[in-house]
């Protein structure tokens, strides 16, 4: 019935990343009582706790917040969100921060971007993922040293049969490629 | 009771042993899984880092076609479960959500109305739809003298499970008790395992898998239940190589709450995949069950 | 014959006159309003000058209908219908449109408000046509008052009550009155005994000869209306008489049975199967719990009976019902706490040394369960360091978004208390630190004087999962401490929960049985929230305390003594005016299908049997008109609200649209004539 | 030429006490006129108080006779039926002119009754409808009824078809009216005598009682609760207690009484062909804003979902009688998404 | 009203208590609003009925605004639960007339959302402004060649009647 106003006087960050994340308008509301930042599993290794984060997206302070290392520690666990008093979808906002580094090019001292690229390289081409593939392109292209730490899990797994070394490919990946083209269109490839 | 079933990547190769217990206990316990015809993967975390609609995209496929009469559909991985809930949800509630996904699902010559599929865990269909009395007719073996540690990890709970508390889950934790298993009420069974921290950042990693073995073995469990593959292959793969980063000895089984649920039902161990996992489990189940059974006998 | 209205339009000095052209209305409303004989426009139609004008008018001009075009009804409809009143006109027959809040003040462009405000004139002119003269009835005040509740805001206003002379009948559900604050230990900010000040109060109005005592009872049924209620109240059986006891205490001395005490100690401490809750309990009459006492169990036992000196024990004692006459109520019924459990990382319920603040109340109780010690749940250990974790279920959207407003400054009470009593280390922690009342900021200064640290970040978890040696075998209190920016673990040996302060389970309930309405968190509701804040929608029931909304002893006390001048004024005055805006039956043609048997929250509508009608009992009618709307007959009108007059203020504030086509005499008629 | 010349030629024989009386036609069934033979050997005792000067449905009589006839020459006009061509209109209007009395006589001419239901479609659609979109029509040539047709003795008019449905009270001035479908024979005669002996009430009121059709229902009742709204198949309705209680719409609560509550004694809803009571403007939002109001619900999904079930079809639930007469129009998008989609036209326009 | 475009006629019907009192509010606090809805005051939200939104519609509104206080915090306890049933109700039936859900809205809004209201009211507006008029009155008239049937026949008639007898 009744709309709240997000328009106002926000700053343009602020307007731009509840735009990108459904229900964020929530963020108007944030207390900065910091349940977020001390409920993180990975909150110690933060350079700014996720309510700074968004003490920073009210002020404005664009490049701050997307060259920031707080949404790649994020492991999606969810506990802020649940936790939150003023109900802010905050790891959704973390992700929408995620998408908005890796478009901009903020995101390089991390791997995640690369991860998911690969990630949804796999899927786009079959359908679906699986670990071997994904864990040797990922780490080939990426962090090709550590790959020798993993060969004996690697070993073990596969001596378990836990390691199919050929994807499955589902039937209709024509369909679910005109699918994600169409989505692209719409939502602006990032 | 007839449910359409969603695998889920993992389950078709890393975490092969999950679909096989599950199957197997569907079996035992008299509910019919159909598999989803030409699912496709749900995307996990990745998708939603690039871009959101093409993320719930792809998931609203499997959404979209699912038959008329598959009104509820079960995804044993968290990840999966988390997907496909938060995506009907999504579209449930935002009203701009639900058309732009249509609008891209219509490439494909699909269509899906929020709400049509209802999307359940596992364990809310076993805790709920089989419930208590039927899983203590139906177990033949009771699981005393095991003390099990239940591990929830995050995204079955959170944020919108919809049948169990998201802080400080419990239904696990009931229906080992029916099954007569030990269950150790330890703090951390809903905290994280580092998700695809492991591929990112070990250190960040293998802190988080380390409090979650640290709190279970100070619990004495004699074996952690996952119903994750990602939570069960951090806490099992990685098991060695954290306990050489903390210097410490980890000897602790990882496996699937079907894989231990299956056993209670009086399947044996190659029916479970029991023997997948890397720090075997067989052995403990073994030890203990028959330790109980013997001092039940003396 | 036509009536003559008057119209007339304020410039309220250029508050109106600076958006709408007032001469255009006026002159227009004269010249193209059905029946306006007079049309003004003045500068001030509330001053003196204004009023005088409508009065003459209506003696020279022989207006019988009255409209003023200017400000919001709400503040000067009371204004012109006095004016009508001095003119000889029935204050009724006046209509008020607001064209400043509605349109001179919302509007930008000049000639779009002069066109509103000429929609919202002709409006009101077709509308007042249709009005009718009413007269408002008046009935007698009983000087009787029923106070609910025997909490500090209740005991106040039965007092202040009963002190002016009037008879009270103060009803409470627990056996003793006094309510939470007979619980605590000390009070912010001055930190005297509570005891200390709570007891006289209690004993006073436990003796007071206008005061009626009826403790361990409940309100039942409230009908009548504003001077006259009849109420029924239920005394709950005690099974103790109360006229033959004597208070001596050898019943629960020899009582063999021990449970744990969740109402008074908040289970905390134990109490007998029958018991009195405290040592100053007023009545001091004890109560029998047949739910734990071995005789309700099997029939055996009886000690009490047996060894009670004046055989005032009596097991087959009922429920007993109470009718009363009262002229006013007061509700007062306070709070309860926040259940923690509904939190489970703070881990309540599960972690043994993480307590309430009622709890801890109890136990810094001289008189609680460790004679004021404050100890761990062991019973022994004193903790070396304790955390205070505010906004517990407060401020919280999945709980109560609310500030309970009370935990800010009885954290710091308690604070002090650990740190004088134990002297461990205290941390508290909060996310704003409110202390707004007087003397409440220079208590926060002197707890920073003692050395309390204070950490702003809203703690995510308590655990005993340690990640060290230093947290072994402690509470682990996790959170971000926001001024740093940095997620800390605060290894304890004790926490506090301090807990939301939430209505009471039952307080809708209560509050439909007295006609009066709760806020969505479920408090009650004042007349209004700035200049009537003890009245109610309902006349004649008033709120006091915690009930209606979170408070502190001394707000408490406020509303308590206020509520009590409130009825004190109704009850000096003797009469009480009822608005005749009601609605009524027309019995002659209601055919009695009972459709609106059971809309009316206050039971208005009775339907009579034998003659198979329903009709409207106009002294409990607040006038809100839904049965009216509902009649599928039509044949219920409502006074100043009927069908007519809205019908007409439809048609008035669309003049200048389309009008339908098919209604003979518009739109083109093909009349054609067969030559 | 004068009234005196004028009655001289047609009612002869009638002598000056003699009313003259006439019985029109227009939208609708014919109900109305086998219901006035309904009122029995009382017929004598009309026709001995009135000629019948003019009624196309029993006796010969031509519209020119009526246009011969002087302004105001009849004295009572019953005009049942509703106005949907020019011809009504035209009729109406002479019928108008020439009658003292004029009664919108049953729900047609009074509401619109079932033909007014029309009025939730454009002319449009209806022509699309009955003269090609049924599946039983065959209609390759698309042809449709022309107002003009050429043949060589001349043009040939047909009546235009209106886009509405309209009242009798909408096209020209009525003195009293006469509700239900059709109206009770008894009705009729309280009528015909209240217009005989001259005591009738204010003009443009109905001739008939004040209260509803409840007033003559012997069920019992109690306070009203409804869950859940049931459809008349969907139960066997319990004989002693109020339909409505049990879930059935029925729409006594707000009819006028006059029918002596026919359908309620066999088991079987009030539908309202009597009308709206009292001067109530619209039958059906009396029905909607009652019916509404004891909902047993506060959750706005679970009232939606109460009305969505129960209610399929609303227009023909609350407006089965009186659409044309109501408040009540159609919107722009005719028959969008409605419970009365089954024709073809309809089922494109929504 | 300014410029070309149309500007709709909106009837509102504001409870005393909760929604009226918000209109006063948002005047005190001079939040600017559309000029477009005309404000008819009733005690509550429950003494709507629907024959007044009918009745504003087919004497030439656009659409029509009720306004009532947040349900569970009505000042006549829970009326507006019945206002907001009777508000489903007709919407459900002017659905089926095919009249747009967007013309009648249902809007809570406290005594204190002076803003919220503005809100409500400008978005009202401009929903009413993009479907365009009603035209309710309108669509009851006839199509234009109706006066010329109406001649033809009494031409017809006329003609009829000079045949000789």
Request: charged fraction near 20%; charge should be negative; proline fraction near 5%.
């Amino acid at each position: 019935m009744i709309t709240h106003s997000t328009d106002s006087h926000r700053s343009a960050f602020f307007s731009e990343v509840i735009e990108d994340t459904p229900g964020g308008e929530q963020l108007a509301h944030c207390l900065q009582c910091g349940s977020c930042g001390g409920s993180c599993p990975n909150g110690a290794d933060m350079q700014y706790t996720p309510r700074t984060i968004f003490a920073m997206i009210n002020a404005n302070r664009r490049e701050d917040v997307l060259s920031a290392n707080t949404m790649w520690c994020c492991v999606s666990c969810y506990f802020c969100t649940t936790r939150c008093p003023q109900q802010i979808p905050i790891t959704e906002i973390m992700y929408a921060l995620k998408r908005k580094a890796i478009a901009e090019g903020f995101a390089n001292d991390t791997d995640a971007p690369a991860l998911a690229k690969t990630f949804t390289g796999f899927v786009e081409d079959y359908g679906r993922s699986f670990e071997f593939g994904l864990a040797s392109r990922y780490y080939f292209f990426n962090k090709p040293l550590s790959m020798f730490k993993l060969v004996p899990m690697g070993l073990s797994m596969l001596a378990r049969g836990r390691m199919h070394l050929k994807p499955n490919k589902i039937r209709q990946v024509a369909q679910l490629q005109a699918i994600i083209k169409k989505a692209k269109e719409i939502g602006g490839a990032q | 009771m007839k449910y359409a079933y969603y695998p889920g990547c993992s389950l078709e190769s890393g975490s092969a042993a999950y679909d096989v217990s599950v199957r197997a206990v569907a079996d035992a316990l008299g509910f019919e899984l159909e598999e989803l015809d030409d699912w496709n993967c749900c995307g996990a975390t990745e998708y939603f880092t690039q871009n959101e609609l093409v993320a719930t995209s792809v998931i609203a496929r499997n959404l979209a076609i699912c038959r008329e009469d598959q009104t509820q559909l079960v995804a044993p991985c968290a990840a999966c479960f988390l997907n496909l809930k938060k995506t009907d949800q999504l579209m449930a509630t935002h009203s701009h959500v639900k058309c732009q996904v249509n609008e891209a699902l219509a490439a494909g010559g699909l269509h899906y109305d929020p709400g049509r599929v209802k999307v359940r865990h596992l364990l809310d269909l076993i805790y709920t739809d089989i419930g208590e009395a039927k899983l203590r007719q139906k177990a033949v073996k009771s699981l005393k003298g095991l003390r099990v540690a239940p591990y929830y990890g995050c995204q079955v709970v959170r944020p919108m499970n919809g049948f169990d508390n998201t802080e400080y889950p419990m239904k696990m934790d009931e229906l080992f008790t029916w099954l007569g298993a030990e269950v150790v009420d330890y703090p951390v069974k809903a905290h994280c395992c580092g998700g695809h921290m492991t591929q990112i950042s070990e250190d960040a990693a293998f802190e988080l898998i380390r409090r979650l073995l640290d709190s279970a073995v100070e619990y004495q469990a004699d074996l952690i239940l996952c119903m994750c593959p990602m939570c069960q292959l951090n806490l099992d793969a990685y098991q060695g190589r954290v306990a050489n980063h903390f210097n410490k000895n980890y000897q602790l089984p990882i496996i699937f709450f079907t894989q231990l649920l299956g056993v209670a039902l009086g399947l044996d161990f190659q029916q479970l995949a029991i023997g997948k996992e890397i720090v075997p489990a067989g052995p403990v189940i073994q030890a203990k069950l028959s330790a109980q059974a013997a001092g039940a006998s003396a | 014959m036509a009536e003559r209205v008057g119209v007339y339009v304020c410039h309220c000095g250029s508050n109106i006159a600076g958006k709408v052209d007032v001469e255009e209305v006026a002159k227009w409303a004269g010249e193209h309003v059905k029946d306006v004989v007079v049309a003004r426009d003045y500068k001030f139609m509330c001053s003196d000058l204004g009023q005088k004008m409508v009065e003459d008018d209506i003696k020279n001009e022989g207006l019988t209908r009255v409209v003023v075009a200017a400000c919001s009804p709400h503040l000067h409809e009371k204004t012109f219908r006095r004016a009508c009143k001095n003119g000889g006109l029935n204050p009724y027959l006046l209509e008020m449109t607001n064209i400043r809040e509605h349109c001179s003040w919302v509007h930008k462009d000049t000639a779009a408000a002069t066109e509103k405000a000429k929609a919202l004139v002709s409006a009101a002119a077709e509308r007042v046509k249709f009005q009718e003269p009413l007269e408002p009835t008046y009935v007698d005040v009983n000087p009787t008052t029923l106070v609910v509740g025997g909490g500090i805001a209740g005991l106040q206003a039965t007092l202040e009550l009963a002190d002016a002379g009037y008879p009270v009948h103060l009803v409470e559900r627990q056996p003793s009155i006094g309510g939470h604050m007979a619980q605590f230990d000390k009070t912010f900010p001055t930190l005297d005994c509570s005891a200390c000040i709570l007891t006289p109060k209690m004993s006073e109005a436990g003796q007071h000869e206008n005061v009626t005592l009826h403790a361990y009872s409940e309100l039942e049924e409230v009908s009548g209306s504003v001077g006259n209620f009849k109420v029924k109240i239920r005394q709950k059986a005690r099974k103790v008489d109360f006229d033959l006891c004597t208070g001596c205490g050898v019943c629960v001395e020899k009582c063999p049975r021990k449970v744990v005490d969740t109402e008074f100690e908040a289970g905390m401490g134990n109490r007998k199967a029958i018991y009195m809750p405290f040592p100053q309990a007023v009545p001091r009459v004890p109560v029998l719990d047949t739910e734990s006492c071995i005789w309700f169990e099997r029939q055996r036992c009886g000690a009490c009976q047996k060894l009670c000196p004046t055989n005032a024990i009596n097991f087959e004692q009922e429920d007993e019902l109470i009718e009363l006459n009262v002229g006013n109520i007061i509700i007062a019924t306070g709070w309860k706490p926040f259940d923690c459990h509904k939190i489970p990382q703070y881990g309540y319920g599960r972690l043994a040394n993480v307590y309430t603040s009622l709890e801890f109340e109890r136990l810094c109780n001289a008189a609680g369960p460790t004679n004021g010690k404050i100890l761990l749940r062991d019973g022994k250990t004193v903790p070396k360091s304790v955390a205070i974790i505010h906004c517990v279920g407060s401020r919280d959207l999945n709980h109560n978004p609310y500030c309970s407003s009370v935990c800010c400054m009885a954290s710091l009470k308690f604070a002090h208390l650990v740190t004088e009593k134990t002297g461990a280390e205290v941390h508290s922690f909060y996310i704003d630190i409110r202390t707004n009342q007087k003397d409440y900021e220079e208590f926060y200064q002197r707890l920073l004087d003692e050395g309390v640290h204070f950490v702003r970040g809203k703690v995510s978890e308590v655990t005993d999962a340690a990640r060290s040696e230093n947290e072994r075998g402690k509470l682990i209190v996790q959170a971000e401490d926001t001024l740093i920016g940095r997620q800390q673990r605060f290894p304890v040996d004790m926490v506090i929960l301090m807990g939301a302060l939430e209505p009471q389970t039952d307080a809708r309930e209560l509050g439909l049985k007295c006609g009066i309405s709760c806020s969505m968190a479920g408090f009650y509701t004042e007349r209004h929230p700035k200049l009537d804040p003890v009245a109610t929608m309902t006349d004649g029931v008033f709120v006091a305390g915690a009930c209606q909304g979170p408070k502190d002893i001394p707000a408490s006390v406020v509303q308590g003594a206020a509520a009590a001048a409130r009825v004190a004024g109704m009850i000096t005055k003797g009469k009480v005016m009822i608005e005749p805006v009601v609605a009524a039956i027309d019995e002659e043609n209601c055919s009695g299908c009972r459709i609106c048997n059971n809309l009316c929250p206050y039971n208005a509508i009775e339907y009579d049997a034998q003659r198979g009608v329903s009709h409207v009992i106009t002294a409990l009618c607040k006038g809100c008109g839904t049965c009216v709307s509902a009649c599928p007959a039509e044949v219920i009108s409502g006074a100043h609200f009927s069908n007519k007059q809205i019908y007409a203020e439809i048609e008035g504030a669309l003049w200048d649209a389309i009008r339908p086509a098919g209604v003979p005499g518009e739109s083109e008629t093909a009349e054609v004539s067969a030559s | 030429m004068s009234t005196k010349a004028n009655s001289a030629e047609t009612g002869a024989a009638a002598p000056a006490t003699k009313g003259k009386l006439a019985i029109y036609w227009a939208a609708s069934c014919g109900g109305c006129e086998i219901s006035i033979l309904g009122i029995d050997t009382k017929i004598l005792d009309v026709a001995a108080a009135f000629d019948i000067v003019f009624c196309p449905c029993i006796a010969d009589g031509k519209v020119r006779d009526v246009e011969r006839m002087a302004d105001g020459e009849i004295d009572v006009c019953l005009f049942n039926g509703g106005i949907r061509t020019s011809e009504q209109e035209y009729m109406a209007q002479l019928l108008r002119r020439k009658s003292k009395v004029l009664v919108a006589f049953g729900s047609c001419a009074s509401e619109g009754c079932i033909p007014g239901l029309a009025n939730l479609h454009s002319k449009q659609a209806i022509f699309d409808n009955s003269y090609q979109d049924t599946f039983s029509t065959e209609n390759p040539g698309k042809v449709r009824p022309q107002p003009e047709s050429k043949v060589d003795e001349g043009t040939l008019h047909l009546p235009i078809f209106y886009d509405t449905l309209k009242t009798l009270d909408q096209t020209v001035q009525v003195d009293y009216y006469l509700p239900g479908c059709p109206p009770e024979a008894d009705r009729i005669w309280d009528a015909i005598e209240a217009i005989v002996t001259g005591n009738l009430p204010p003009a443009g009121s109905v001739i008939g009682s004040n209260t509803t059709v409840c007033d003559f229902c012997h069920r019992t009742r109690t306070e009203k609760k409804i869950k859940e709204f049931k459809r008349t198949w969907e139960i066997i309705p319990d004989p002693d207690i109020c339909l409505l209680e049990q879930g059935i719409i029925c729409c006594g609560i707000a009819t006028r009484a006059g029918c002596g509550c026919l359908c309620p004694q066999v088991n079987s809803p009030c539908i309202g062909c009597y009308g709206p009571n009292g001067n109530s403007e619209d039958f059906g939002a009396r029905l909607m804003s009652a019916l509404a109001s004891v909902i047993d619900s506060d959750d706005p999904d679970e009232i939606d979902e109460i009305i969505r079930k129960g209610i399929p079809d609303p227009v023909g639930t609350f407006y089965r009688f009186s659409l044309a007469g109501s408040l009540m129009r159609r919107g722009k998008r005719p028959g969008a998404g409605n419970g009365t989609g089954h024709t073809k036209a309809n089922a494109q326009a929504s | 009203m300014s410029d070309e475009q149309f500007e709709p006629k909106i009837v509102g019907f504001l409870c005393n208590w909760c929604s009226y009192r918000a209109a006063d509010l948002a005047g005190t606090a001079r939040i600017a609003y559309a000029p477009n809805v005309r404000i008819i005051r009733v005690m509550c939200s429950g003494r709507v009925d629907p024959t007044f939104v009918l009745k504003a519609l087919s004497m030439g509104a656009d659409g029509v605004m009720i306004a009532g206080c947040h349900p569970g915090e009505c000042h006549y306890i829970e009326q507006n639960y019945k206002a907001m049933r009777r508000f489903n109700m007709l919407q459900h039936t002017l659905k089926a007339m095919g009249v747009e859900e967007q013309r009648v809205q249902l809007v809570w809004a406290s005594a204190a959302e002076g803003q919220q209201l503005a809100e409500a009211i400008d978005k009202l507006v401009a929903d009413i402004r993009a479907l365009g008029p009603l035209g309710w009155s309108k669509n009851w008239e006839e199509n234009g060649e109706r006066i010329k049937a109406l001649q033809d026949i009494v031409n017809e008639h006329n003609e009829a009647m000079e045949v000789p007898r």
